[in-house]
């Protein structure tokens, strides 16, 4: 059973708009949640990351992600996009029971100038 | 302190042939996990070393297997190469285990394309 999920494959958004990349995971206990972005030919970076505490979670680069317990979410959020910002982004999930990393399937961000 | 580092960066082989491929951690870091990203399958955990030892493994076949070092080096070898083998592997480090909840740094990949 797919644990994560980003429903959106690509997104395209104009420089200095906001932006909202979506991620539901599936996952019974408390999960770990992560958000990481892949610039083409690059590893991954960790943007930021929630385990407990304030829902609310501050990144670098200026991103930020909220945790919904109730909708199973973990939404990445973006002010004004920089061109800087197009890449690949991943959302995954620490299944702590297993020591495992599910990731997303990843949603693709084009910013246009 | 150095990045994760991964060698080969890219890599040919042919059906039937194994390989070998080396993640050194960032200094200081015990566990190294080995991911395989494929565009149609995405990005999959294959396992996690923890001071010398795996500790956990994803669904893949035996032939693929790893090993870790003293000095936390880790490599992974995968034998009878398919076609689907072909990707790029990653390693990422953290100070301690994976169930933790360290942070991850990844490397920059081995692009392996099998023939």
């Known amino acids: 059973a797919q644990s994560v999920t980003q429903p959106d494959i690509h997104i395209t958004v104009s420089e200095g708009a906001s932006l909202e990349l979506r991620c539901n995971y599936s996952y019974g206990a408390t999960p770990y949640l992560f958000w990481y972005v892949q610039s083409p030919g690059q590893g991954l970076q960790l943007l930021l990351k929630?385990?407990?505490?304030?829902?609310l979670v501050q990144g670098i680069k200026g991103f930020e992600a909220e945790f919904k317990r109730s909708q199973s979410s973990f939404n990445l959020r973006k002010p004004s996009v920089h061109w800087s910002d197009a890449a690949e982004y991943f959302c995954a999930v620490l299944k702590t029971s297993y020591d495992k990393v599910i990731f997303g399937p990843g949603t693709s961000l084009s910013v246009i100038p | 302190k150095a990045g994760v580092t991964q060698t080969p960066r890219y890599l040919i082989k042919t059906r039937g042939q194994q390989v070998t491929l080396s993640c050194s951690p960032i200094?200081?870091?015990?566990?190294v996990s080995w991911y395989q990203q494929t565009p149609g399958q995405g990005l999959q955990f294959l396992f996690e070393y923890f001071s010398e030892t795996q500790r956990n493994k994803g669904n893949f076949p035996g032939r693929f297997s790893g090993r870790q070092f003293s000095n936390s080096r880790s490599e992974m070898n995968v034998s009878t190469l398919e076609l689907g083998d072909s990707a790029l592997y990653l390693c990422?480090?953290?100070?301690?285990?994976?169930?933790?909840?360290?942070?991850?740094?990844f490397g920059p990949g081995t692009r392996l394309t099998v023939l």
């Open positions: 929630y385990f407990s505490g304030d829902t």
């Open positions: 990422a480090s953290s100070p301690g285990r994976l169930g933790l909840g360290d942070t991850q740094y």
């Open positions: 200094s200081g870091h015990r566990s």
